[in-house]
């Protein structure tokens, strides 16, 4: 058995100065003031905070096909750095995840590493070509708990209604990567004003809000619930919030990057900051956060992205979209929405673990008896500079370095196993 003891502990809706002992079947077992077991192997958290494991519903680990940017085992240590115990593998590797072979790899390849639970997400159509439905049953016997095309949208309405309906009837909810490819044209960061300076090709926010428009629409039209991907507009903030109103079932993401930094960032034309959709205008900032503080958007994630610095060190146009975020994302959610008083700690901690678990249907998300023993223990005081060379996975891709966060994470569980110490 296990006991963590003299922290503070972060349960679904408060904080308490409690003890958690683990069981030796990796779940918790009591969590309050009790009598240590002899023989119990003891972790001290005094003067920090045990909080429930992050589930990132937003990953790549690029396995199979590119392991030069990251695999299974690098992302799984940079989860495990970051606090997060379990992940959604999105479908764009090489072959595509497609299929229930490629869903049968990802699974066993994650439990043979053993760091983190990663679940796969299928592609919602063969290939990711936007024309014919993927083998959705299969998938879901062989393990995959949702379905995307990310890193583009299905752009064919009616292929897209037929995956949602498919996917609703075999318990796979849809995350919709929203993005209209003939209007985007090209892209590579946000339409405004610095867009118009530096000269880099512009994505308008229309891009993004007509395929949330879509996909809300479909969804509606068919009465299954639809989940909107790493939301970046303020008028996407919107579309989502008045499709909540009128009841349609409906969740959505954003990302750190789209509360910490504004388009300003590209100026210095640093090839981290292209991210797709792109960095948006302060407008875009605050709404992002008045719909994460008011339930519009339901949970954080990183759209974790890494890439070899070969895919970033070349001119702005032609680099790689993607951040490498999983081993920042409680730390900027900590000082940029806890720190500043927009929510408490237990409120991130549901957008960060309890929701995920929720939209995907997931066992976890939250510390109380008898859920398994997946944490990790934080110092809040700890502040730091971010540093990419430490990063744990093969990505070192971030827009943030040298910039001063506090939530440091010190050690990680996965069903009550040690997965991560400083």
Not at 8 to 28: P, S, W
Not at 140 to 159: H, T
Not at 198 to 215: F, H, N, Q, V, Y
Not at 386 to 410: Q, Y
Request: charge should be negative.
């Amino acid at each position: 058995m296990k006991c963590i003891v003299n922290g503070t502990v972060v349960l679904k809706d408060k904080e308490i100065k409690a003890d958690v002992l683990i069981n030796d079947g990796g779940r918790i077992e009591k969590i309050g003031s009790f009598m240590i077991p002899a023989g119990c192997e003891v972790t001290d958290a005094a003067g920090k905070y045990v909080l429930p494991g992050i589930i990132d519903m937003h990953v790549h680990f690029r396995e199979p096909g590119y392991e030069g940017k990251e695999d299974i085992e690098t992302g799984s240590r940079a989860a495990a750095h970051g606090g997060v115990t379990q992940v959604a593998c999105m479908p764009n590797t090489d072959p595509v995840c497609d299929n229930a072979v490629v869903v049968s790899y990802i699974v066993h390849r994650a439990k043979e590493v053993g760091l983190c639970k990663v679940h796969p997400v299928g592609a919602i159509t063969k290939g990711q070509k936007g024309e014919a439905l993927a083998d959705i049953g299969k998938m879901k016997n062989a393990g995959a708990i949702a379905l995307s095309e990310d890193g583009k949208s299905v752009m064919n309405s009616q292929i897209m209604r037929l995956g949602m309906e498919y996917g609703n009837g075999f318990g796979l909810k849809c995350l919709c990567h929203c993005e209209d490819i003939n209007l985007a044209d090209g892209g590579c960061v946000n339409e405004g004003f610095n867009s118009t300076m530096t000269g880099l090709k512009g994505i308008p926010r229309a891009a993004e809000d007509i395929i949330i428009s879509r996909d809300i629409c479909l969804a509606e039209s068919i009465g299954c619930p639809v989940h909107i991907c790493h939301v970046s507009t303020w008028s996407g903030v919107e579309i989502i919030r008045a499709a909540k109103v009128r009841g349609v079932k409906v969740t959505a993401e954003t990302c750190p990057h789209y509360f910490a930094l504004t388009d300003d960032c590209i100026t210095s034309f640093n090839t981290f900051t292209k991210v797709n959709p792109p960095i948006r205008e302060e407008k875009d900032r605050q709404a992002i956060i008045r719909g994460l503080k008011d339930g519009t958007l339901d949970c954080i994630v990183t759209d974790h992205a890494p890439h070899a610095l070969k895919d970033k060190q070349v001119e702005y146009s032609l680099a790689s979209f993607g951040i490498s975020g999983i081993e920042t994302s409680f730390a900027l959610s900590y000082t940029y929405l806890v720190k500043s008083g927009v929510m408490t700690l237990p409120e991130l901690m549901q957008k960060m673990s309890y929701v995920p678990a929720q939209i995907l249907r997931l066992e976890g998300g939250e510390i109380k008896e008898g859920a398994p023993a997946d944490l990790f223990i934080a110092d809040l005081d700890a502040t730091y500079k971010i540093d990419s060379s430490a990063f744990l996975s093969k990505g070192k891709n971030t827009p943030f370095i040298g910039m001063e966060v506090s939530g440091k994470v010190c050690k990680t569980f996965m069903d009550g196993r040690e997965t991560y110490s400083e």
